[in-house]
Nanobody, 127 residues
Framework: QVRLVESGGGLVQAGGSLRLSCAAS????????MAWYRQAAGKQRELVAA???????SYADPVKGRFTISRDNAKNTVYLQMNSLKPEDTSVYYC?????????????????????WGQGTQVTVSS
């Protein structure tokens, strides 16, 4: 069973930093693009940052220059370093994996699933 588990959220003062982690578990062979989304209370979920397997990155305009996304393919983990946090960054942050190829447990056969999500981690920035 493939799962994504986020960690690292919490309460921080404006101007502070947090580092989120998202680890994929299961008999994973490879993961394609991974991303961080966030959803503030009463708002739609929005893309924050994304990173391809080869390391190409993209960011939403509100976080450019403050957030950095990275990944460790050997650990099947993606990170989000958040600096200079603002109260408007307060949200539940979700990890997403576009495609995950995993071993089925039958011989060396693999299967691929799409659009995996973590359970979310709360980030609260106080002014």
């Amino acid at each position: 069973q493939v799962r994504l588990v986020e960690s690292g959220g919490g309460l921080v003062q404006a101007g502070g930093s947090l580092r989120l982690s998202c680890a994929a578990s299961g008999n994973i062979a490879s993961i394609s693009t991974m991303a961080w989304y966030r959803q503030a209370a009463g708002k739609q979920r929005e893309l924050v940052a994304a990173i391809t397997r080869s390391g190409s990155t993209s960011y939403a305009d509100p976080v450019k220059g403050r957030f950095t996304i990275s990944r460790d393919n050997a650990k099947n983990t993606v990170y989000l370093q958040m600096n200079s946090l603002k109260p408007e960054d307060t949200s539940v942050y979700y990890c997403n994996a576009d495609w995950i190829t995993y071993y089925t447990g039958f011989l060396d056969r693999t299967a691929t699933g799409r659009d995996y999500w973590g359970q979310g981690t709360q980030v609260t920035v106080s002014s």
